[in-house]
């Protein structure tokens, strides 16, 4: 049974990619330039990851996440253009996630409009108000200090930005594990019409959801336009996929009710070692959307424990023994 | 005459084409001399002719309570199949049947993943979408297509192809009787047909539709065939119109052709959708995208509004549900 344990087969899975591809080329994998590589390139998403799969958890989905990593992006960046001190401006471009975050949450959760739907048009809005404003080009040109958000090295190794997504992912996996507001969204997930009898406050959890989110993905743009010293309007365009794609293979299911922060992490690097290994390992990459399509699939797949599909595969055993059967008599 | 304007503006359709038309007149005021050439009317056609195609196979699916994410991968990796086929030399007769199967192999796998092992179509059809990509440039890679920037892989030109869908009757070209053709075949049997109506009863209550005796699981995979189908169609009709093959998916795709089908009525939960509506839908959107062309705006209007229209529409039917519909359910 400790083989089928969700978290310990995806931690395998992650171990042997490591094994091996230490083993194929230790000094390659465990150079200083990769492993800040594999690491910058997880920050972004993990900072999110945590926001993400407890509003998965609940039954939603948050297709605006990476416009909104664009859209705070921007905001910071007019901001210090304009020369307004850093503090003020990071505030400002936090506002705009949660701003954006509250109105997703607002049309799902009181107007009951369906979260992919509603999503959807926001990505197409947002992307296009980005390219408007940003006039489609990126900017540079911010005060020095604002390198020292995310490339500060804390005792001369560990990048703050790295730190961070790290604290992210934490305090979302206790929070989900311990706190009680955020445990409602197992219930939301599992059973929402048992949820509102029950005495939660579905629409204002579900509100709050969208909003976390929001706040997750402007921090990430903060950090993305400190990390580059530019703002660039494709900035996050890549993310809002990755992210779910991530969170799939971590076995929370889009209709809610199960899941684990731990998990989505777990998920998250997966994927980025693939990408990591399809590099490393001198692979062309056009192999990489179809391998990752692939592992996405099969995780799809296993993931979805349930009834019918039992049903079927013991349907389809009991057609082959009768074969075996007529065969043999 | 109060509740004939309000059956006005119950349909749907009406209130679209009434849009349209405002549309229509408004930029054909602002630019008449482009807005109303030729070629401007040729290349309007096509673009919606492809599109149409496929958002005809997406609505049943969707009315099914179905949906693909898959399409724009789906179209790039058959594209380019049937691309390199003609460019290699085989007989176009078994590129475009080759090209068929493959559409139809592609949905079958992905409706056994949806509805046999029950897994959800957002997850199965995502990774779909990425599989197909991937797949694609793999097959221009092996194929040896032309190589640009390291990413666009294209085929072109591909001679002799340009009489299936860019040849003309009477100045209308043939993907647009093509159009007319998988559009009025749609139409009848979505009436008419018991077998393509069943999808109604799946989308509106799955397990009801299951214990009535429609075989649920088998349809919905035919659904899922039958998007490929059309893909595969307006893929081979897409390469053979401009004689030009490309492997690099266009991720909007997808989203564009669900976001149309919504526009036109049909609704995530399934039950609902309508041929015209999703045909109007395509118009609407590809004339937006026309008309900032034509009037010289940036492109990124033409997303903004698809967000704003796709917004305003599903708003304007949970508005209509509300306001008009007498039974709730809680």
Not at chain 2, 160 to 179: D, K, N
Not at chain 2, 194 to 216: D, H, M, P
Request: net charge positive; glycine share 10%.
């Amino acid at each position: 049974m400790f083989l089928l344990n969700r978290t310990f087969s995806l931690i395998t899975i992650n171990v042997l990619f490591i094994i091996i591809l230490i083993s194929v080329d230790a000094s390659a994998f465990l150079n200083k330039i990769n492993i800040y590589g594999l690491m910058f390139g997880l920050a972004a998403n993990m900072i999110i990851l945590g926001a993400m799969t407890s509003l998965m958890i609940s039954g939603g989905i948050d297709l605006t996440v990476g416009s909104i990593i664009g859209f705070s992006a921007l905001i910071f960046a007019l901001l210090l253009k304009s020369g307004i001190p850093i503090p003020i401006a990071i505030i400002g471009a936090l506002i705009g996630g949660v701003f954006i975050g509250s109105i997703n949450g607002y049309i799902i959760a009181y107007l009951g409009i369906s979260p992919f739907i509603t999503t959807l048009s926001g990505w197409f809005i947002l992307r296009a108000v980005i390219l408007l404003i940003s006039g489609a080009s990126s900017m540079a040109g911010f005060p020095k200090n604002l390198n020292l958000i995310s490339n500060y090295k804390v005792l001369k190794v560990v990048p703050t930005f790295i730190i961070f997504a790290f604290i992210c992912v934490i305090v979302f996996e206790v929070l989900m594990k311990k706190n009680k507001f955020f445990r409602q969204n197992f219930l939301i997930g599992g059973n929402e019409p048992a949820a509102k009898l029950l005495g939660i406050k579905v629409k204002k959890v579900k509100l709050i959801n969208y909003m976390v989110t929001g706040l997750m993905a402007a921090i990430a743009g903060v950090f993305l336009t400190a990390r580059y010293m530019a703002f660039m309007p494709e900035v996050g365009s890549g993310s809002t996929f990755g992210i779910i794609t991530a969170i799939i293979i971590g076995g929370t299911s889009l209709t809610g009710g199960e899941g684990s922060v731990l998990r989505s992490f777990l998920g998250l690097f997966f994927v980025n070692l693939i990408y990591d290994s399809i590099a490393l390992l001198g692979i062309n990459i056009q192999w990489n959307d179809a391998f990752i399509g692939a592992v996405l699939l099969i995780m799809a797949i296993l993931n979805t424990n349930n009834q019918r599909m039992i049903q079927n595969l013991n349907k389809w055993e009991l057609k082959s023994q009768k074969k075996q059967k007529i065969r043999v008599g | 005459m109060k509740s004939f304007f309000k059956n006005i503006f119950i349909k749907r359709e009406v209130v679209l084409l009434l849009v349209i038309i405002l549309l229509l007149t408004v930029v054909g005021l602002l630019n008449p001399k482009d807005f109303f050439s030729q070629e401007n009317f040729k290349a309007y056609m096509t673009v919606i002719s492809i599109r149409v195609i496929v958002a005809c196979g997406m609505t049943v699916l969707m009315i099914s309570g179905g949906f693909d994410m898959s399409v724009g991968g789906q179209s790039a990796m058959l594209g380019i199949l049937f691309g390199i086929m003609v460019f290699k030399g085989v007989n176009i007769t078994i590129s475009i049947i080759t090209t068929i199967i493959f559409g139809i192999a592609a949905g079958l796998i992905i409706g056994f993943i949806v509805s046999k092992l029950n897994v959800n179509p957002f997850m199965v059809t995502l990774g779909g979408m990425f599989l197909f990509s991937g797949i694609a440039i793999i097959i221009a890679f092996v194929g040896g297509a032309g190589k640009f920037q390291d990413q666009f892989v294209t085929v072109r030109p591909l001679p002799g192809i340009h009489g299936i869908a860019g040849g003309s009757f009477h100045g209308v070209e043939y993907i647009v009787f093509y159009m007319v053709g998988i559009l009025v075949f749609y139409y009848v049997f979505l009436k008419k047909n018991k077998f393509l109506r069943q999808n109604f009863y799946i989308g509106t209550n799955e397990s009801a539709a299951r214990l009535v005796g429609i075989k649920v699981d088998k349809l919905k995979i035919f659904n899922y065939a039958l998007v490929g189908l059309m893909v595969a169609i307006a893929a081979i009709l897409q390469a053979s119109r401009y004689e030009f093959a490309t492997a690099v998916a266009n991720e909007n795709y997808p989203l564009e052709i669900i976001a149309a089908v919504i526009i036109g009525g049909a609704s995530l939960s399934g039950g609902e959708g309508s041929i015209i509506g999703s045909f109007l839908g395509v118009c609407l959107l590809t004339l937006i995208y026309n008309s900032t062309i034509i009037l010289g705006i940036k492109p990124a209007w033409y997303t903004l509004l698809i967000g704003l229209i796709l917004l305003i529409s599903v708003l304007y039917n949970e508005f209509i549900r509300k306001k008009f519909v007498i039974f709730k359910v809680k």
